[in-house]
């Protein structure tokens, strides 16, 4: 959907009737360009007005507006005061952009509950998150729903995070409590200490949390849960407690707020790029009740254009703050620039994903660029060439196929993969999963992976070999070798010679001198957009995990622990071995020696061989 061509006049429905909502306002000034906003953002606003048009016109659409409510946590937000300066908030546009979409959609089915029971909200570090989150926390800790037994968790990753969110919590409700909910105070009777604050009559809570110190045996069922820093979890477990709590909770909701991060294995990107795939597609139907606002700059590159810098920095439309600010992160961007450490402006203050491992093979952004949509190349009857990672029984097989094909003119290849996963060592699917940070179960659901059926979770050669048999027939692929790393894998190359006898089946030895040239070749293409791939989970895990290294020959690839899945890529780099070079004329085929008659024979044979001969 090309927002560029985006005619508002076809919202001038919702643009009169919630003409006074600052939602509606925020929307139309981003769509209308006189608000800066990168792709994500433009696109929740056009959400936003669209989503307003359906409450008429969608009769399957179950959700509705209620712009009081969004005016009314406005207006308790002018209650608390800054921390430094002690004045009362004046939330900016964005916030109330962010307050009024959380507490002004409803849904009416039952009786006070809200439409977004999920939301992921991130920008950069130092724009007001929690300022949010406090206006938020404490509103509904004091009027939320449902009027009894509030459940509000206030949490984040580890106890140093959680603590700084709860105090600042804490530190608001004190100044409340003591000016003007004084009369609320003493009708209430608020306690509060350092672990958490409490409404006795009603039975309402709010708790500081962390992943660090949460018991094992759960932390307890939560109508509202605040998550900050999501980009510091490693692993869903404990946002799994806090969310399978709330599933038969009608006003149940999680707010996850955060700033990006470089954990490329971690839920918050794995959710950002889930989301962020469904609002490029335009396909918001698909997830009605979550809420997902991303501000961040566009590219990589935007980190040399200041003027850019309010995609990522919503705060700077106050132009006062945008002055004070943008000095300061130039001199900040020039340090770590300087110092070699320029990934930690684009993740911190640009709020994108980088790839922080040291020599890492490719950045998020290269990676993410590489990724096109399945329906856009068809595999059937191609010209292929094959790259296969052989296992030992307890670990993955990949299977890469390299198509090289002409764009307009242009050289490229895509590459597709298919991944036999055993689970024998970790015991479970569902364990290897969590070790590796990969969901194979999902990934098995479309059509990139096998899960190993065997009862005792190995890998069977057999079964890859059929496999591969039935997918070349199934997709009549035009076979134009097949490349392999020569360990453990002699009978099942004899076993393919015989089936295929007239596929050419290339040994690749795994050393740095053979390998450099596809490693590089592989790196350069992706960058160039040369070289594209599908969304496969376990193809864009592993080039997110590897790591070059190398010697005065050139590099390879590796990787920084041994759970750190690389296999798929090892297997693309067999596979462009050769492959790299279909476009030239040049081969990486060695030209066997000319055969004597002789070769194999003894001294005696060969004097028996001459003494038969006849002239």
């Not at 936003?48 to 359906?54: E, F, S, V, Y």
């Not at 566009?298 to 200041?306: F, T």
């Amino acid at each position: 959907m090309d927002l560029s061509k985006i005619d508002l006049k076809q919202f001038d429905d919702v643009i009169t009737q919630y003409a006074d909502d600052p939602t509606v306002a925020y929307a139309v000034s981003v769509l209308m360009g006189k608000k800066m906003a990168g792709d994500l953002i433009q696109r929740a606003s056009y959400r936003q007005l669209k989503d307003l048009q359906r409450v008429d016109n969608d009769p399957d659409f179950p959700y509705t507006y209620n712009p009081k409510r969004t005016q009314q946590i406005i207006e308790f937000s002018t209650l608390l005061r800054d921390p430094d300066s002690r004045e009362p908030f004046v939330l900016s546009p964005y916030q109330m952009f962010i307050v009024g979409l959380l507490e002004g959609w409803v849904d009416p089915r039952v009786e006070g509950a809200k439409r977004f029971d999920r939301a992921i909200i991130s920008m950069s570090r130092a724009n007001g998150k929690t300022t949010i989150m406090s206006v938020l926390a404490l509103y509904n800790f004091l009027f939320g729903r449902p009027v009894a037994n509030r459940q509000i968790a206030v949490a984040s990753a580890d106890t140093s995070h959680a603590e700084a969110l709860y105090g600042y919590m804490r530190q608001q409700w004190g100044a409340l409590k003591t000016g003007p909910f004084k009369a609320l105070q003493k009708r209430l009777c608020v306690e509060d200490n350092k672990v958490h604050m409490l409404i006795p009559s009603q039975s309402t809570v709010m708790r500081k949390l962390s992943a660090q110190s949460a018991p094992s045996d759960g932390v307890g069922h939560f109508s509202l849960a605040f998550i900050d820093e999501l980009h510091l979890f490693k692993d869903r477990s404990f946002i799994n407690s806090i969310t399978s709590g709330q599933a038969f909770m009608p006003y149940s909701q999680i707010i996850f707020i955060s700033t990006a991060g470089v954990d490329l294995l971690g839920p918050m990107y794995q959710d950002y790029k889930r989301f962020n795939k469904i609002f490029t597609e335009g396909n918001y139907s698909s997830i009605d009740n979550i809420l997902f606002l991303f501000w961040q700059q566009d590219s990589d590159d935007e980190i040399d254009d200041p003027a850019l810098w309010i995609k990522s920095n919503p705060l700077f439309e106050l132009e006062s703050m945008r002055k004070s600010a943008t000095t300061k992160l130039i001199s900040e961007r020039n340090e770590l620039r300087s110092t070699g450490k320029i990934n930690d402006f684009i993740t911190k203050n640009m709020n994108r994903f980088v790839n922080a491992k040291d020599d890492a093979f490719l950045t998020a952004q290269q990676i993410e660029n590489a990724i096109i949509p399945t329906e856009d190349f068809d595999i059937n009857g191609r010209k292929v060439f094959i790259g296969m990672d052989f296992s030992a029984v307890n670990d993955d097989f990949s299977v890469a196929f390299v198509f090289p094909y002409m764009n307009n003119g242009v050289h490229k290849f895509h590459l597709y993969s298919h991944h036999f996963i055993p689970w024998e060592k970790a015991g479970s699917i569902a364990n290897k999963s969590k070790q590796d940070g990969i969901n194979y179960e999902h990934s098995e659901q479309l059509g990139f992976s096998t899960i190993s059926t065997d009862p005792y979770g190995q890998i069977n050669q057999e079964q890859v070999f059929w496999w591969l048999n039935e997918f070349i027939e199934l997709h009549q692929l035009d076979v134009q070798a097949l490349l392999y790393d020569a360990w453990n894998s002699l009978s099942f190359i004899e076993k393919l010679d015989t089936v295929f006898p007239e596929i050419m089946t290339i040994p690749v030895k795994q050393t740095i001198p053979k390998l450099y040239e596809p490693t590089k070749f592989l790196r350069t293409n992706i960058i160039r957009g040369q070289i594209t791939t599908f969304d496969d989970e376990v193809l864009i895990i592993g080039l997110s995990n590897a790591v070059t290294v190398g010697n005065p020959s050139g590099y390879k690839i590796d990787k920084n622990k041994n759970t750190a899945k690389i296999d798929a890529v090892d297997a693309v780099v067999d596979a462009l071995f050769e492959g790299m070079y279909y476009f030239d004329n040049f081969t990486n085929v060695e030209t066997p020696k000319k055969k004597s008659m002789f070769d194999g024979m003894s001294p005696e044979q060969i004097d028996e061989y001459y003494q038969n001969i006849t002239f």
